[in-house]
Every structure is written in structure tokens, then in C-alpha cells.
């Protein structure tokens, strides 16, 4: 269990308490600790997060704009201890650690429970995009396993081999009108020679 309080910021009093292995902080309003979108603008949407790794509280930075400070160093990921302070950017709101009831003798792997996870919505959340180094539709039309499991590109039309490609076609009507246009010219040159 993971106790904090807010201490600077639009909402600062606020108190949590958390009992789940996954905490999200940040401007988005679905998040665990939600600051005020329109007030505390040096934390990110998706700021940092707060998990429960093998029975020990961890702080990660998500990718933050302003940075996340953890007793005033700036850091990517920490271990979390009572009284600690965190900040979401310079001047952000800030956080102390009240209480950390550390797991360690917990010899089941960790189990990620966030409330309302049924109200998230996956194309806002990092951690649910799928992972790929392909940068080119054409790398993953070739390699279907970089592709997320259920995803599947639909194979292309074939042609049909007896018509002939537009390039062609469009060649073969100038060509024609080419004809045309000689024969007219010829015609009327010969009635004016006439």
C-alpha cells in the first residue's frame, strides 16, 4: 500500500491511497492522480507512474515534457521511500510520499490492477500501443511478424493478365489520335492543293 499527499498545485490537501501495482499521474482525466488540465500545466497528460515492481514502489518518468523530480533530482526512475517529495516538471505540483508498505516477502510476480481500466482508452495509453521497428508500411506488408498479433494486411488486388496496364492504354489512344488528326491534316491539305 502507497499513501500520498499533495502539497502544491490546483488540488493541493489532496490525500490517496493506493492498494494496486500501477499508478497513473498526469493532466489526463482518467488518470490515478489527475492534476488540473488548465492549472498545473508543467505536468504532462501522461506524466509519470507510480508501480509496484517484485514488492518495491518505483517511480518512472513516461516521457514528460518538464521532467519529474524526486527530492529535487531529476530523474527516469527511482525507488520510492516515505517522506519523499516528487515534482511533475519545475514548479509543478508536487507530491510527498505519507507511508510505503513495501512487499518484499511476496512471492507472487506482480499483478497490474488500475480502477476504472475499462474507461481507458488504449490510443492514449504508450504502454498499450504495440512495439515495432518497422518505419514503412512496405517493411511490415513483407514481415507479417512485426505485425501485433489479430492484425493482418489484406493482400492487393491482382491484375488481370490479359489487360493491358494503363501506361499503355493511355500510349495506345494518343497514338490513335495522332492518326486521326494526320489523316484530317492530309485531307485538307489535298482539297486546298486541289
Not at 21 to 37: A, K
Not at 65 to 80: C, E, S, V
Not at 89 to 110: A, C, H, L, W, Y
Request: aromatic letters at 6%.
Amino acid at each position: 500500500m502507497i499513501r500520498l499527499r499533495q502539497i502544491t498545485g490546483a488540488d493541493h490537501g489532496r490525500e490517496f491511497e493506493f492498494e494496486q501495482d500501477l499508478i497513473r499521474i498526469g493532466r489526463m482525466p482518467d488518470s490515478d492522480v489527475n492534476f488540473d488540465p488548465e492549472v498545473d500545466l508543467d505536468a504532462s497528460g501522461r506524466h509519470a507512474e507510480i508501480r509496484n515492481e517484485d514488492g518495491r514502489y518505483l517511480l518512472i518518468d513516461t516521457g514528460s515534457r518538464n521532467g519529474t523530480w524526486l527530492n529535487g533530482q531529476r530523474i527516469k526512475h527511482a525507488a520510492l521511500n516515505k517522506g519523499d517529495q516528487i515534482e511533475f516538471g519545475r514548479g509543478g505540483p508536487k507530491i510527498e510520499i505519507e507511508m510505503v508498505q513495501n512487499r518484499f516477502d511476496s512471492r507472487e510476480p506482480t499483478r497490474r490492477m488500475t480502477r476504472r481500466s475499462d474507461e481507458r482508452e488504449p490510443r492514449f495509453d504508450p504502454l498499450a500501443m504495440p512495439v515495432t521497428t518497422a518505419t514503412r508500411v512496405e517493411d511490415l506488408t513483407g514481415s507479417p511478424e512485426l505485425l501485433p498479433e489479430g492484425l493482418r494486411f489484406l493482400e492487393p488486388a491482382s491484375t488481370a493478365p490479359n489487360k493491358p496496364p494503363r501506361r499503355s492504354r493511355n500510349a495506345a489512344l494518343w497514338v490513335a489520335v495522332g492518326a486521326v488528326l494526320l489523316v484530317a491534316v492530309v485531307v485538307i491539305v489535298g482539297a486546298v492543293l486541289k
